[in-house]
């Protein structure tokens, strides 16, 4: 695996300016996080900056890595791809062999059901990085200062509300991880 420094080099001439401030912001947010919960900060802190390695991709290099981009366009929805095109990316070009970091990166748009903690901080950074401003995000920071788990149920809570409003369909994966992670607070009081 590379060093940070050389990744983060990589990734600036490989994504859109604005992606790559986003990936230092949520590479920012992600070690924050772990800091707080105890997690693995460097593998935590790699995975923030990757996250989104595969999205916002420089045209010079759309055309280098366009049979990896076909096959990943062909296997999921164009919004949802980046995910596991970026997890392709970090293995193949930043050379990163960790299977949980590569897990972080792909579960980072829609989660999980049964997500590791370092999961939960990458999907929970892309959320509340910085540079980020929606409606609501204030609160999903402050559920995620309480706990992994709270940040996590407020997410997938405002995202529903949002597919719902837009009248779009609602992966299910985002509905198994709001009720496991309902199920599991639940449990514990």
Same mark, same amino acid.
């Given at each position: ?17 604005? /992606?790559?401030?986003?990936?230092? &912001?949520?590479?920012? #947010?992600?070690? @924050? ?8 900060? =460097? ?62 990166? /792909?579960?980072?748009?829609?989660? &999980?059901?049964?997500? #590791?903690?370092? @999961? ?8 509340? =990085? ?60």
């Amino acid at each position: 695996m590379l060093k940070m420094d050389p990744m983060r080099n990589m990734l600036r001439k490989m994504i859109t300016h604005k /992606r790559y401030l986003h990936s230092l &912001g949520v590479e920012k #947010t992600a070690r @924050e996080l772990a800091e707080r919960y105890g997690v693995d900060v =460097e593998r935590t802190t790699l995975a923030g900056l990757l996250h989104d390695c595969g999205k916002d991709l420089r045209e010079e290099v759309k055309s280098e890595l366009q049979p990896m981009l076909e096959k990943y366009r062909q296997e999921q929805d164009d919004s949802l791809y980046h995910a596991y095109l970026g997890a392709e990316i970090a293995k193949e070009i930043f050379q990163v062999s960790d299977p949980e970091i590569l897990s972080a990166i /792909r579960k980072h748009t829609l989660g &999980g059901a049964d997500m #590791t903690d370092m @999961e939960k901080i990458i999907y929970l950074a892309d959320f509340f =990085e910085p540079g980020r401003r929606f409606p609501g995000m204030t609160t999903i920071k402050e559920a995620a200062m309480m706990s992994l788990d709270q940040g996590l149920l407020e997410a997938a809570r405002q995202t529903i509300r949002y597919l719902l409003e837009k009248g779009v369909p609602i992966e299910p994966t985002v509905v198994e991880m709001y009720n496991k992670v309902l199920n599991d607070l639940e449990s514990e009081e």
